[in-house]
């Protein structure tokens, strides 16, 4: 009977280890999600959970589970061994779907207003748009206030070069949250109350975008039906 392991001490351990890890990695993958995640913010994320993996599994070893406050600290000495290989695997397998990515190079994109120590990558004419832009104070302010992709989409008048290299790494698609929340949008419109919706692209454009609507120039703009 499955309400035997209920009553089994080794297996309740394992149940809530597992409890933890899941937690973590659920945790992880929250604050993956989101509009304004971008490859940047993502490697972050992942690059520490890799370090927190490491650090746990330290910890393991040293015979403490105090990460893990839900694990009782019975058949600690039993379970150690076993809980030792699982985070070693888990560190293994976070390196094998999450190679590490080299974003050192693409520091100037997350702040332009620091030094630049590999322009090999830069033309000319770009390496002397960066460092106009590094001295423009106004810009620094505006960098602190702005989310990153609204201070790169600000500059795109002025440094046109610099705008269009880095906005080409800030699209990047660090996740599926984009795509899951366009499917999940379509599948609300195109439902059976609507069977005989023929196109939907102008709809989801709608509701994928942040735009809000001018409703009062919109219906200025159009003719009311005079009764008859």
Known sequence: MCCDYLKND?????????????????????SMQGRNENIFTSTDKLVAFTKKVTLWKSRAKAGTLDMFPLVRKSFVKEMMPIIVEHLTCLEMRVEEYFPSINIDEFDWIRNPFVRLTDSSNFALCKEAELASLS???G?????????LDAFRISIMQEYPPIAKKD????LQFSTFYLCELGFSILNNIKNKKRERLQSAEEELRVCLSQIR???AAVVQKSQAHVSH
């Open 213 to 215: 609507p001018n409703i």
């Open 167 to 170: 906005i080409k790494v800030l």
């Open 135 to 137: 001295s423009d104070r």
């Open 10 to 30: 080794l297996w309740l351990f394992r149940l809530e280890y597992l409890t933890e890890i899941y937690g973590q990695l659920n945790r992880l993958n929250s």
């Open 139 to 147: 810009l620094r302010i505006n960098h602190a206030e702005l989310p």
